[in-house]
C-alpha cells in the first residue's frame, strides 16, 4: 500500500468501559498483538482518533529528528559561508 492509501476496515464500538475492539482484519494485516501499546492521537480537529504502533511512533520521531538535524546542519553551513 502507498502511504496516502486509506482502508476502512469496519466499525469499531466504544464499550461502557471506554475499550475498543479493532476489526480482526485489522489486527491480522497491521500485526497489531495482545500487549501491544497504541498511541491515541487526535485526528482532524477533534473528530476522530489515529492509533498508532508504538514502534510506529518512534520511527516517526527518529525519522523527524533526523530532518531537523540535517536543516540545523545546512542553516550552519549557510551561516559559514554568509561570514566569508
Same mark, same amino acid.
Given at each position: ?8 476496515? #469496519?466499525?469499531?464500538? &466504544?464499550?461502557? @468501559? ?5 476489526p480482526s482484519e !485489522? /489486527?491480522?494485516?497491521?500485526? =497489531? ?12 480537529? #477533534?473528530?476522530?482518533? &489515529?492509533?498508532? @504502533? ?7 520521531? !527518529? /525519522?523527524?529528528?533526523?530532518? =531537523? ?16
Amino acid at each position: 500500500m502507498g502511504i496516502h492509501t486509506k482502508k476502512l476496515y #469496519g466499525t469499531a464500538t &466504544v464499550g461502557s @468501559k471506554g475499550q475498543v475492539v479493532i476489526p480482526s482484519e !485489522a /489486527r491480522e494485516e497491521l500485526d =497489531i498483538k495482545p500487549g501491544d501499546r497504541l498511541y491515541v492521537v487526535d485526528a482532524m480537529s #477533534g473528530s476522530g482518533v &489515529v492509533l498508532l @504502533k508504538e514502534e510506529r511512533l518512534q520511527e516517526m520521531v !527518529a /525519522r523527524m529528528t533526523e530532518q =531537523i538535524d540535517e536543516i540545523r546542519a545546512l542553516a550552519e553551513n549557510d551561516e559559514t559561508e554568509s561570514v566569508k
